[in-house]
């Protein structure tokens, strides 16, 4: 979808700000095929599953992680080049021994991020039977390494594609899913989707027919470059974008709410804006914030709240600060435990599968705390 639908998918900018800065028993999905609600009597009840990204630019923040709250590690990213080839594979796997080891000894697959952020990419890679070809082959190569638990597809195009390009996207998922299986049984294969694909770039009910699970855009609501400030990952109260309007239209396609996981964000953005009002016009394009302080330069949305007092927005629940007076206003919005704690509810509330943390490494412990009492309440 292109910037102009105020949809914009975080990953392709803090990867442009990376490169500026510097056991199955993880699955998703019952093995057979089952969801929750179809648990007998006595059984245990609903478990929300956690997935949790990982940015190769963070380094050896992984150290810090509590393991134990996780069903599956994102390994964020292997982007691809318009040859089908992968452009940067981040030093994997020999670089990450230590996290691959920590994760195996926690029984927690990685499953590794393939992104393609770029348009020209996309269209390169998908007109082309041999590049999509050699793609599948690279893919393949690197989960043929007992370290890698499945393949995650991270491919965010925000303009108007063909048919035939967007079927050619399909049908390389489920290649690749196929071929992933020829190599081993146990490997996994997800897609990112966008929370409202307005220009149909995506076949969403084809794409999740061909995975084993799917990762649902829930952040990004408000994004950097936006003409408005507001929440990032609102459950309601912000018409068109909010998780109750997202969950309608996937609803709508026929995907199964028990292999939706909704991702949810461990920072914020700061923009200067016309007036102090929630929802007030940006006037600038805003500033990354992470929760907790996780990058040098970047401001803790945390500590500004604390500094300047956190207010809370009655309809979404969202945590958010405001500075500033009449000559210069400037609101911070972020997420926080309270707000999460109340996604984490609406996850279990409507039976999803669970949540795609983004990224780990910008939270704190009590983030943790949160995500610890959601899972085992």
């Known amino acids: 979808m292109s910037r102009s639908t105020h949809f914009h998918l975080l990953p392709a900018f803090l990867f442009a700000l990376a490169l500026s800065a510097c056991s199955q028993d993880g ?45 599956v590690l994102f390994f964020f990213d292997l982007p691809v080049s318009a040859d089908g080839r992968l452009a940067d594979r981040q030093g994997w796997p020999h670089a990450w021994v230590g996290l691959i080891s920590e994760a195996q000894s926690h029984n927690v697959p990685i499953h590794l991020t393939v992104s393609i952020l770029d348009a020209h990419v996309f269209h ?36 108007p594609v063909t048919p035939e390009l967007r079927g050619a996207y399909t049908r390389f998922v489920a290649e690749l899913r196929s071929r992933l299986r020829g190599v081993r049984a146990d490997l996994e294969l997800s897609v990112f989707l966008a929370a409202l694909d307005v220009s149909d770039a995506y076949d969403e009910a084809a794409l999740a027919a061909v995975s ?20 990032l990952s609102p459950i ?4 068109g974008r909010s998780w109750d309007t997202i969950l309608a239209r996937y609803d709508a396609l026929g995907i199964g709410r028990d ?11 700061e923009w200067p804006t016309e007036g102090p009002e929630p929802g007030a016009r940006t006037e600038a394009v805003g500033a990354l914030t992470t929760f907790a302080p996780a990058l040098a330069g970047v401001p803790s949305a945390r500590d500004a709240a604390q500094v300047h007092g956190l207010r809370r927005d009655a309809a979404s ?10 000559t210069a206003w400037r609101q911070g919005w972020f997420e926080d435990a309270e707000s ?9 509330q409507e039976r999803l599968a669970g949540v795609a943390i983004f990224p780990l490494s910008y939270g704190d412990q009590s983030l943790d705390s949160t995500l610890r009492a959601a899972r085992w309440p």
């Open 317 to 326: 629940g969202s945590p958010w600060y405001l500075t500033g007076d009449s």
């Open 124 to 159: 390169a890679v998908f007109s082309s039977e041999e590049r999509v070809e050699e793609l599948i082959g690279d893919i393949t190569d690197l989960a043929t390494s007992g370290s890698v638990g499945g393949i995650h597809m991270d491919v965010e195009v925000f303009e």
């Open 236 to 239: 309601r109260g912000w018409p």
């Open 340 to 348: 999460l704690g109340r996604k984490y509810d609406f996850v279990k």
């Open 259 to 269: 292999r939706m996981l909704f991702s949810v964000p461990y920072y914020g953005y």
């Open 27 to 71: 699955s998703v999905t019952p093995e057979d095929g089952s969801s929750a609600d179809d648990a007998p009597a006595g059984a245990s009840p609903f478990r929300m599953q956690a997935a949790g990204y990982h940015p190769a630019w963070m380094g050896d923040a992984w150290t810090t992680y509590d393991f134990e709250l996780l069903d």
């Open 212 to 231: 084993d699970f799917v990762v649902v855009q829930g952040y990004d609501l408000h994004w950097l470059t936006g003409d408005t400030a507001g929440p």
